[in-house]
Protein backbone atom coordinates (compact mmCIF):
# COMPACT_ATOMS: atom_id res chain seq x y z
CA UNK A 1 0.00 0.00 0.00
CA UNK A 2 4.84 6.71 1.31
CA UNK A 3 7.39 15.47 2.59
CA UNK A 4 10.07 15.64 -0.29
CA UNK A 5 12.17 14.67 2.65
CA UNK A 6 11.94 12.39 5.52
CA UNK A 7 11.75 14.27 8.42
CA UNK A 8 14.84 13.92 11.97
CA UNK A 9 12.28 10.95 13.82
CA UNK A 10 13.13 8.53 10.66
CA UNK A 11 16.67 8.97 11.55
CA UNK A 12 16.12 9.27 15.21
CA UNK A 13 13.95 6.26 16.31
CA UNK A 14 16.68 4.69 13.78
CA UNK A 15 19.88 5.17 16.17
CA UNK A 16 17.74 4.79 19.07
CA UNK A 17 16.10 1.49 18.25
CA UNK A 18 18.09 -0.21 15.77
CA UNK A 19 20.66 -1.63 18.58
CA UNK A 20 18.21 -3.30 20.48
CA UNK A 21 17.38 -5.27 17.39
CA UNK A 22 20.17 -5.93 15.15
CA UNK A 23 21.93 -8.36 16.81
CA UNK A 24 19.22 -10.62 15.82
CA UNK A 25 20.48 -11.90 12.49
CA UNK A 26 18.92 -15.39 10.55
CA UNK A 27 21.42 -16.95 12.51
CA UNK A 28 23.75 -18.72 10.04
CA UNK A 29 27.27 -17.21 8.73
CA UNK A 30 26.97 -13.45 7.33
CA UNK A 31 25.82 -14.02 3.57
CA UNK A 32 27.99 -12.95 0.77
CA UNK A 33 27.72 -10.71 -2.21
CA UNK A 34 27.72 -13.35 -5.38
CA UNK A 35 27.77 -13.01 -9.22
CA UNK A 36 25.26 -15.77 -10.00
CA UNK A 37 22.71 -15.54 -13.16
CA UNK A 38 20.31 -17.75 -14.24
CA UNK A 39 16.13 -17.84 -13.46
CA UNK A 40 14.77 -15.79 -10.18
CA UNK A 41 11.77 -15.42 -8.44
CA UNK A 42 10.34 -12.21 -7.51
CA UNK A 43 8.16 -12.35 -4.02
CA UNK A 44 5.62 -9.35 -4.62
CA UNK A 45 2.13 -7.82 -3.51
CA UNK A 46 -0.89 -9.11 -5.51
CA UNK A 47 -0.69 -7.78 -9.28
CA UNK A 48 -4.33 -6.28 -9.23
CA UNK A 49 -4.08 -4.80 -13.09
CA UNK A 50 -1.64 -7.30 -14.56
CA UNK A 51 0.63 -4.97 -15.35
CA UNK A 52 3.64 -6.48 -13.56
CA UNK A 53 2.88 -9.91 -15.24
CA UNK A 54 3.46 -7.81 -18.82
CA UNK A 55 6.63 -6.18 -17.60
CA UNK A 56 8.34 -9.49 -16.51
CA UNK A 57 6.91 -11.18 -19.82
CA UNK A 58 8.74 -8.61 -21.81
CA UNK A 59 11.98 -9.58 -19.40
CA UNK A 60 11.37 -12.87 -20.44
CA UNK A 61 10.99 -13.01 -24.10
CA UNK A 62 14.64 -11.12 -24.45
CA UNK A 63 16.36 -13.16 -21.65
CA UNK A 64 15.57 -17.22 -21.95
CA UNK A 65 17.92 -17.93 -19.45
CA UNK A 66 17.35 -15.95 -16.72
CA UNK A 67 13.72 -16.19 -16.80
CA UNK A 68 11.30 -14.31 -13.89
CA UNK A 69 8.63 -16.04 -11.93
CA UNK A 70 6.28 -14.08 -9.68
CA UNK A 71 4.99 -15.26 -6.66
CA UNK A 72 2.29 -13.12 -4.85
CA UNK A 73 2.31 -12.67 -1.42
CA UNK A 74 -0.56 -12.20 0.85
CA UNK A 75 -2.47 -9.11 0.07
CA UNK A 76 -2.79 -8.66 4.29
CA UNK A 77 0.69 -7.10 4.72
CA UNK A 78 1.29 -8.01 8.30
CA UNK A 79 0.70 -11.88 6.27
CA UNK A 80 3.27 -11.06 4.07
CA UNK A 81 5.81 -9.88 6.27
CA UNK A 82 5.41 -12.44 8.13
CA UNK A 83 5.80 -15.25 5.15
CA UNK A 84 9.07 -13.41 3.84
CA UNK A 85 10.86 -13.28 7.40
CA UNK A 86 10.39 -17.02 7.50
CA UNK A 87 11.85 -17.45 4.71
CA UNK A 88 14.70 -15.22 5.14
CA UNK A 89 15.04 -17.04 9.28
CA UNK A 90 16.12 -20.12 7.55
CA UNK A 91 18.16 -18.46 4.72
CA UNK A 92 15.92 -19.76 2.14
CA UNK A 93 16.77 -19.12 -1.51
CA UNK A 94 13.14 -19.54 -2.66
CA UNK A 95 12.85 -15.52 -3.13
CA UNK A 96 15.97 -13.99 -5.10
CA UNK A 97 13.66 -10.37 -5.25
CA UNK A 98 11.51 -8.98 -2.54
CA UNK A 99 8.91 -6.65 -2.65
CA UNK A 100 9.64 -4.79 0.56
CA UNK A 101 6.98 -2.19 2.56
CA UNK A 102 8.92 0.84 3.24
CA UNK A 103 9.15 0.77 6.77
CA UNK A 104 10.27 -2.89 6.69
CA UNK A 105 14.19 -1.67 5.06
CA UNK A 106 15.37 -1.38 8.55
CA UNK A 107 14.55 -4.98 9.69
CA UNK A 108 15.39 -6.67 6.80
CA UNK A 109 19.17 -5.13 6.69
CA UNK A 110 20.13 -5.16 10.19
CA UNK A 111 19.38 -9.15 10.10
CA UNK A 112 21.36 -9.21 7.01
CA UNK A 113 18.53 -10.70 5.03
CA UNK A 114 19.08 -8.33 1.96
CA UNK A 115 22.62 -6.57 0.42
CA UNK A 116 23.03 -3.04 -0.24
CA UNK A 117 22.73 -2.58 -4.05
CA UNK A 118 25.63 -1.39 -5.88
CA UNK A 119 26.59 2.49 -6.18
CA UNK A 120 25.19 3.13 -9.58
CA UNK A 121 22.77 0.50 -10.17
CA UNK A 122 20.27 2.45 -10.09
CA UNK A 123 19.93 6.66 -10.52
CA UNK A 124 19.34 8.18 -7.11
CA UNK A 125 19.23 11.52 -8.38
CA UNK A 126 15.52 10.22 -10.31
CA UNK A 127 14.04 9.41 -7.65
CA UNK A 128 11.62 11.05 -5.45
CA UNK A 129 13.75 12.33 -2.54
CA UNK A 130 11.15 10.95 0.42
CA UNK A 131 10.59 7.64 -1.68
CA UNK A 132 14.47 7.41 -2.13
CA UNK A 133 15.55 7.82 1.86
CA UNK A 134 12.82 4.87 2.67
CA UNK A 135 15.12 2.53 0.99
CA UNK A 136 18.19 3.24 2.90
CA UNK A 137 19.69 2.04 6.18
CA UNK A 138 22.63 3.57 8.14
CA UNK A 139 23.36 5.71 4.73
CA UNK A 140 23.72 3.20 2.10
CA UNK A 141 20.95 2.09 -0.34
CA UNK A 142 19.25 -1.48 0.47
CA UNK A 143 16.65 -1.38 -1.93
CA UNK A 144 15.27 0.38 -4.77
CA UNK A 145 12.06 2.63 -4.56
CA UNK A 146 9.54 1.66 -6.32
CA UNK A 147 5.97 2.66 -5.47
CA UNK A 148 5.60 5.68 -3.01
CA UNK A 149 2.74 7.69 -2.32
CA UNK A 150 0.07 8.68 0.55
CA UNK A 151 -3.19 8.26 1.29
CA UNK A 152 -5.74 10.38 -0.18
CA UNK A 153 -9.58 11.44 0.14
CA UNK A 154 -11.66 9.82 -3.18
CA UNK A 155 -15.14 12.16 -2.80
CA UNK A 156 -18.29 11.69 -4.89
CA UNK A 157 -18.56 14.82 -6.59
CA UNK A 158 -22.00 14.38 -8.14
CA UNK A 159 -23.84 13.88 -4.37
CA UNK A 160 -21.83 16.67 -3.26
CA UNK A 161 -23.20 18.99 -6.10
CA UNK A 162 -26.46 17.36 -5.41
CA UNK A 163 -26.44 18.44 -1.77
CA UNK A 164 -24.91 22.12 -2.74
CA UNK A 165 -21.71 21.69 -1.14
CA UNK A 166 -19.37 23.39 -2.61
CA UNK A 167 -15.68 21.09 -3.14
CA UNK A 168 -14.60 18.22 -0.50
CA UNK A 169 -13.80 19.01 2.49
CA UNK A 170 -10.86 20.35 4.41
CA UNK A 171 -11.68 19.44 7.99
CA UNK A 172 -13.32 16.71 9.98
CA UNK A 173 -16.24 19.06 11.01
CA UNK A 174 -16.40 19.92 7.54
CA UNK A 175 -16.75 16.61 6.18
CA UNK A 176 -19.56 15.56 8.89
CA UNK A 177 -21.58 18.55 7.82
CA UNK A 178 -20.91 17.62 3.81
CA UNK A 179 -22.39 14.11 5.26
CA UNK A 180 -25.52 15.49 6.91
CA UNK A 181 -26.54 17.28 3.69
CA UNK A 182 -25.77 14.58 1.22
CA UNK A 183 -28.52 12.17 3.42
CA UNK A 184 -31.21 14.75 2.96
CA UNK A 185 -30.91 14.44 -0.52
CA UNK A 186 -32.64 11.67 -3.04
CA UNK A 187 -29.26 10.43 -4.17
CA UNK A 188 -27.55 10.30 -0.33
CA UNK A 189 -30.25 8.04 0.87
CA UNK A 190 -28.60 4.78 2.24
CA UNK A 191 -24.94 6.00 1.41
CA UNK A 192 -23.02 6.05 4.32
CA UNK A 193 -20.59 9.07 4.82
CA UNK A 194 -16.68 7.89 5.35
CA UNK A 195 -14.38 5.21 5.31
CA UNK A 196 -10.87 3.93 5.79
CA UNK A 197 -8.77 1.02 6.91
CA UNK A 198 -9.65 0.11 10.04
CA UNK A 199 -9.51 -4.16 10.75
CA UNK A 200 -6.45 -4.73 13.24
CA UNK A 201 -3.37 -4.94 10.85
CA UNK A 202 -0.84 -2.51 9.36
CA UNK A 203 -3.55 -0.23 7.86
CA UNK A 204 -4.84 0.76 10.97
CA UNK A 205 -1.14 2.04 12.21
CA UNK A 206 -1.39 3.96 9.11
CA UNK A 207 -4.60 5.51 9.91
CA UNK A 208 -3.86 5.85 13.31
CA UNK A 209 -1.11 7.80 12.94
CA UNK A 210 -2.91 10.16 9.98
CA UNK A 211 -5.88 10.97 12.64
CA UNK A 212 -2.73 12.20 14.98
CA UNK A 213 -0.80 13.88 13.23
CA UNK A 214 -4.01 15.80 11.43
CA UNK A 215 -4.73 16.70 15.01
CA UNK A 216 -1.16 18.68 15.44
CA UNK A 217 0.19 15.64 16.78
CA UNK A 218 3.06 13.07 16.72
CA UNK A 219 3.25 9.23 17.49
CA UNK A 220 7.24 9.53 18.13
CA UNK A 221 9.16 13.36 18.49
CA UNK A 222 12.09 14.28 16.48
CA UNK A 223 14.20 12.14 19.42
CA UNK A 224 12.88 9.18 19.43
CA UNK A 225 10.17 9.23 22.13
CA UNK A 226 6.27 8.42 21.60
CA UNK A 227 4.50 10.94 22.25
CA UNK A 228 1.04 9.43 22.13
CA UNK A 229 -0.45 10.82 25.21
CA UNK A 230 -0.66 14.41 24.20
CA UNK A 231 -3.63 16.72 23.52
CA UNK A 232 -3.03 16.92 20.20
CA UNK A 233 -2.37 12.78 19.96
CA UNK A 234 -5.42 12.16 22.19
CA UNK A 235 -7.80 14.33 19.85
CA UNK A 236 -6.58 12.41 16.67
CA UNK A 237 -7.41 9.16 18.32
CA UNK A 238 -11.09 10.93 19.57
CA UNK A 239 -12.18 11.59 15.98
CA UNK A 240 -11.54 7.28 14.60
CA UNK A 241 -14.26 6.62 18.27
CA UNK A 242 -16.38 9.32 17.82
CA UNK A 243 -17.13 8.25 13.89
CA UNK A 244 -17.47 4.87 14.93
CA UNK A 245 -19.92 6.10 17.66
CA UNK A 246 -21.55 8.72 15.38
CA UNK A 247 -21.95 6.76 12.36
CA UNK A 248 -19.58 8.92 10.58
CA UNK A 249 -18.19 5.22 9.86
CA UNK A 250 -20.24 3.04 9.39
CA UNK A 251 -19.93 -0.02 11.90
CA UNK A 252 -18.68 -2.53 9.52
CA UNK A 253 -15.76 -0.64 8.69
CA UNK A 254 -14.06 -2.20 11.65
CA UNK A 255 -13.16 -4.91 9.68
CA UNK A 256 -12.18 -2.74 6.71
CA UNK A 257 -8.54 -3.12 4.73
CA UNK A 258 -7.86 -1.51 1.18
CA UNK A 259 -9.85 -3.82 -1.01
CA UNK A 260 -12.69 -3.45 1.35
CA UNK A 261 -13.18 0.16 1.50
CA UNK A 262 -12.28 0.30 -2.35
CA UNK A 263 -15.25 -2.05 -3.03
CA UNK A 264 -17.48 -0.09 -1.20
CA UNK A 265 -16.70 3.37 -2.86
CA UNK A 266 -16.44 2.01 -6.02
CA UNK A 267 -19.98 0.36 -5.73
CA UNK A 268 -21.55 3.60 -4.58
CA UNK A 269 -21.72 2.52 -0.48
CA UNK A 270 -19.51 5.88 0.73
CA UNK A 271 -18.92 9.81 -0.20
CA UNK A 272 -15.70 9.92 1.03
CA UNK A 273 -12.85 7.19 1.52
CA UNK A 274 -9.34 7.34 2.69
CA UNK A 275 -7.55 5.36 0.43
CA UNK A 276 -4.23 5.19 -1.70
CA UNK A 277 -3.64 6.34 -5.40
CA UNK A 278 -4.27 2.51 -6.96
CA UNK A 279 -8.02 3.01 -6.38
CA UNK A 280 -8.33 5.66 -8.76
CA UNK A 281 -7.80 3.61 -12.01
CA UNK A 282 -9.95 0.75 -10.80
CA UNK A 283 -12.92 3.24 -9.56
CA UNK A 284 -12.86 5.43 -12.72
CA UNK A 285 -13.12 1.89 -15.13
CA UNK A 286 -16.47 1.55 -16.82
CA UNK A 287 -16.77 -2.31 -16.05
CA UNK A 288 -17.96 -2.37 -12.42
CA UNK A 289 -17.51 0.52 -11.02
CA UNK A 290 -20.63 2.69 -9.87
CA UNK A 291 -18.49 5.74 -9.48
CA UNK A 292 -16.90 6.15 -12.66
CA UNK A 293 -17.09 9.86 -14.05
CA UNK A 294 -18.79 10.73 -10.54
CA UNK A 295 -15.49 11.14 -7.81
CA UNK A 296 -12.82 13.43 -7.35
CA UNK A 297 -9.52 13.39 -5.34
CA UNK A 298 -8.62 15.85 -2.61
CA UNK A 299 -5.82 15.66 0.45
CA UNK A 300 -7.22 13.94 3.33
CA UNK A 301 -8.92 16.88 5.69
CA UNK A 302 -8.08 17.32 9.35
CA UNK A 303 -8.31 19.03 12.63
CA UNK A 304 -8.40 22.44 11.39
CA UNK A 305 -7.28 22.22 7.54
CA UNK A 306 -5.68 19.89 5.86
CA UNK A 307 -4.32 16.93 7.15
CA UNK A 308 -1.06 15.30 7.33
CA UNK A 309 -1.26 11.52 5.34
CA UNK A 310 1.48 8.82 5.95
CA UNK A 311 4.33 7.95 3.48
CA UNK A 312 3.55 4.38 1.79
CA UNK A 313 5.37 2.51 -0.33
CA UNK A 314 6.95 -0.41 -1.68
CA UNK A 315 10.98 -1.45 -2.56
CA UNK A 316 12.75 -4.01 -4.06
CA UNK A 317 15.33 -5.61 -2.71
CA UNK A 318 17.89 -8.68 -3.22
CA UNK A 319 17.73 -11.31 -0.73
CA UNK A 320 21.24 -12.36 1.04
CA UNK A 321 20.21 -15.67 0.17
CA UNK A 322 19.96 -15.76 -3.38
CA UNK A 323 21.89 -17.38 -5.29
CA UNK A 324 21.82 -15.53 -8.72
CA UNK A 325 21.91 -12.32 -7.44
CA UNK A 326 23.38 -10.75 -10.64
CA UNK A 327 20.34 -11.39 -12.49
CA UNK A 328 18.20 -10.14 -9.81
CA UNK A 329 19.98 -6.86 -9.07
CA UNK A 330 19.69 -6.35 -12.92
CA UNK A 331 16.33 -6.81 -12.38
CA UNK A 332 15.39 -4.72 -9.83
CA UNK A 333 17.43 -1.76 -12.14
CA UNK A 334 15.26 -2.86 -15.14
CA UNK A 335 11.68 -2.46 -12.91
CA UNK A 336 12.93 1.10 -11.19
CA UNK A 337 14.28 2.55 -14.53
CA UNK A 338 13.01 5.24 -16.34
CA UNK A 339 11.83 3.63 -19.51
CA UNK A 340 9.81 1.25 -17.20
CA UNK A 341 8.07 3.60 -14.88
CA UNK A 342 6.56 4.84 -17.55
CA UNK A 343 5.22 2.30 -19.44
CA UNK A 344 4.07 0.71 -15.53
CA UNK A 345 2.55 4.28 -14.73
CA UNK A 346 0.42 4.28 -18.01
CA UNK A 347 -1.62 0.96 -17.01
CA UNK A 348 -2.15 1.74 -13.53
CA UNK A 349 -2.39 3.94 -11.31
CA UNK A 350 0.07 3.63 -8.66
CA UNK A 351 2.11 6.36 -7.58
CA UNK A 352 5.49 5.26 -8.67
CA UNK A 353 9.24 6.97 -7.21
CA UNK A 354 10.34 8.13 -10.64
CA UNK A 355 10.01 12.46 -9.68
CA UNK A 356 9.45 13.13 -12.95
CA UNK A 357 6.05 11.19 -13.67
CA UNK A 358 4.70 13.63 -11.04
CA UNK A 359 5.12 16.96 -13.75
CA UNK A 360 4.62 14.45 -17.00
CA UNK A 361 1.76 16.25 -18.87
CA UNK A 362 0.77 13.03 -20.52
CA UNK A 363 0.90 11.34 -17.22
CA UNK A 364 -1.07 14.82 -15.31
CA UNK A 365 -3.83 14.28 -18.11
CA UNK A 366 -4.15 10.25 -17.99
CA UNK A 367 -4.05 10.48 -13.76
CA UNK A 368 -5.24 14.12 -12.69
CA UNK A 369 -5.35 13.31 -8.86
CA UNK A 370 -0.84 13.34 -9.75
CA UNK A 371 -0.79 17.22 -8.54
CA UNK A 372 -3.06 16.24 -5.49
CA UNK A 373 -1.04 13.36 -4.37
CA UNK A 374 2.37 15.13 -4.49
CA UNK A 375 0.45 18.41 -2.19
CA UNK A 376 -0.17 15.11 0.07
CA UNK A 377 3.26 14.01 -0.38
CA UNK A 378 4.63 17.03 0.65
CA UNK A 379 3.16 17.02 4.06
CA UNK A 380 3.26 13.08 4.67
CA UNK A 381 4.97 11.72 7.40
CA UNK A 382 6.96 8.59 7.30
CA UNK A 383 6.34 5.51 9.95
CA UNK A 384 8.97 5.23 12.40
CA UNK A 385 12.00 3.37 10.26
CA UNK A 386 12.84 1.14 13.30
CA UNK A 387 14.37 -2.30 13.25
CA UNK A 388 11.37 -3.06 16.05
CA UNK A 389 9.12 -1.49 13.86
CA UNK A 390 6.60 -4.67 13.98
CA UNK A 391 6.08 -4.57 17.46
CA UNK A 392 5.77 -0.77 17.10
CA UNK A 393 3.00 -1.54 15.25
CA UNK A 394 1.12 -4.23 16.77
CA UNK A 395 0.93 -2.01 20.27
CA UNK A 396 -1.13 0.45 18.06
CA UNK A 397 -2.87 -2.20 16.48
CA UNK A 398 -3.82 -3.67 20.02
CA UNK A 399 -4.95 -0.46 21.79
CA UNK A 400 -6.26 1.27 18.97
CA UNK A 401 -8.65 -1.34 18.22
CA UNK A 402 -9.52 -1.71 21.98
CA UNK A 403 -10.30 2.02 21.50
CA UNK A 404 -12.76 1.75 18.88
CA UNK A 405 -14.65 -1.08 19.50
CA UNK A 406 -15.46 0.35 22.74
CA UNK A 407 -13.25 -1.76 25.29
CA UNK A 408 -11.57 0.97 26.90
CA UNK A 409 -12.15 4.78 26.79
CA UNK A 410 -9.97 6.50 24.05
CA UNK A 411 -7.52 8.67 26.58
CA UNK A 412 -6.82 5.28 27.75
CA UNK A 413 -5.90 3.43 25.50
CA UNK A 414 -3.57 6.69 24.20
CA UNK A 415 -2.05 6.53 27.58
CA UNK A 416 -1.69 2.23 27.64
CA UNK A 417 -0.15 2.37 24.15
CA UNK A 418 2.48 5.57 25.54
CA UNK A 419 3.61 3.03 28.15
CA UNK A 420 3.81 0.28 25.53
CA UNK A 421 6.04 2.67 23.02
CA UNK A 422 7.95 3.59 25.83
CA UNK A 423 8.94 0.24 26.46
CA UNK A 424 10.03 -0.74 23.12
CA UNK A 425 12.37 2.75 22.98
CA UNK A 426 14.06 1.57 26.29
Same mark, same amino acid.
Not at 194 to 220: D, H, I, P, R
Given at each position: ???? %?L????????????????? !??S??? *???? $?????????????????????????? $?? !??? #???????????????????????????S?????????????????????? %????D???????????? %??????????????? &????? =? &?????? /????????????????? +????????R??G???V??Y??????Y????? $?Y???????? !????? *?????R?????????????????????????????????????????? %???? +???????????? #???????G?????????ED?????????? $???????? +??????????????S???????????????? /???????????? +???? &?????????????????????????? =?Q?????????????D?? *??????????L??
Amino acid at each position: MTTR %LLPAVAAALSLALAAAACG !GSSGGS *SPAR $NDGRGPITVATGKDLTGTVQRLVAAW $ND !GRP #KERVRLVELPEDGDQARQQLVQNMRIESDAYDVVRLDAVWTAEFAARRWI %LPLPDGLVDASSFVPAA %LETGKYRGRLYAAPW &LTGTG =V &LYYRED /LLAEARVKGPPKTWAEL +RDACAKVRRTPGGRGVDCYAGQYGKYEGLTV $NYSEAVQSAG !GEVFD *SSGRPRVDTPQAKAGLRFLVDAFRNGTVPRKAITFKEEEGRRAFQEGH %LVFH +RNWAYVYALAAG #KDGSEVAGKFGVAPIPGEDGPGSGTLGGN $NLAVSAFS +RHQATARDFVAHIVSPAVQREYGRAQSFPLS /LAALYGDPEMIK +RYPY &LPVLRQGMDKARPRPVVVRYSEVSAA =VQEHVTAALTGKKPADQA *SEDLQRALAALAD
